[in-house]
């Protein structure tokens, strides 16, 4: 009799108590998501006009960044992008004539539809802000600079939850990134805009603490 009863115990408990509640995904929640990222500039990213006449197009590339985040409402929450500095080749006239680095910064407001629920798959969006810095500005027979930029941005991703703690993640930002260029040559200055404006792609994993 006492194992029947206790049999039914277990059985109403299991039935009143979700077998994945401990994946509920929501307010309190601090965060991490870590993995490769790649920078894709857009093209034709400005030119310096007569006399010099040079398109220019920065090339793509890929390194390590992060994210830190926290969930203020089941269903609201902050994050901040990180990454090491990406480097890119900038064509002028088709010719790999100039480099840049820089360092993206990215904080986003971000609102998740499926937040407070123990669905696995977890999408989100995200609206904010970008810092950008360049460095190491360099311009074969001159010199080239490139100021700080300020720029909107916007955010697409989704975490598919393994367990309590990791999930899969994939995410996609639009960086509204333009800077005013100075490139040196032969003791004259020349000045343009440049519009890099890139698509960050980003796949690696979410640890939830």
Do not use: C
């Amino acid at each position: 009799m006492r194992r029947a009863l206790l049999v039914s115990s277990l059985a109403l408990t299991a039935a009143l108590v979700p077998a994945t509640s401990a994946l509920a995904y929501g307010q309190g929640d601090f965060y991490t998501r870590f993995g490769v990222a790649k920078v894709a500039p857009q093209s034709d990213n400005g030119d310096f006009g007569a006399p010099l006449n040079m398109k220019i197009d920065a090339d793509d590339d890929s390194g390590f960044a992060f994210t830190l985040g926290y969930r203020f409402h089941d269903k609201l929450g902050v994050e901040l992008l990180a990454a090491q500095r990406f480097e890119h080749q900038v064509a002028l006239n088709d010719n790999n004539l100039a480099s840049i680095k820089h360092l993206p910064p990215t904080l986003t407001l971000q609102y998740y539809p499926l937040g407070g629920t123990d669905a696995r798959v977890q999408p989100y969006l995200g609206a904010g802000i970008n810092y950008t810095h360049f460095s190491d500005e360099k311009l074969d027979g001159g010199e080239l600079e490139l100021d700080d930029s300020w720029g909107g941005a916007a955010q697409l991703g989704v975490d598919l939850l393994i367990d309590d703690h990791w999930a899969l993640n994939a995410a996609a930002w639009y960086l509204d990134i333009d800077s005013d260029a100075t490139a040196t040559l032969g003791g004259t200055d020349y000045h343009t805009n440049v519009d890099i404006d890139p698509i960050v792609v980003m796949g690696g994993l979410s640890y939830r603490f």
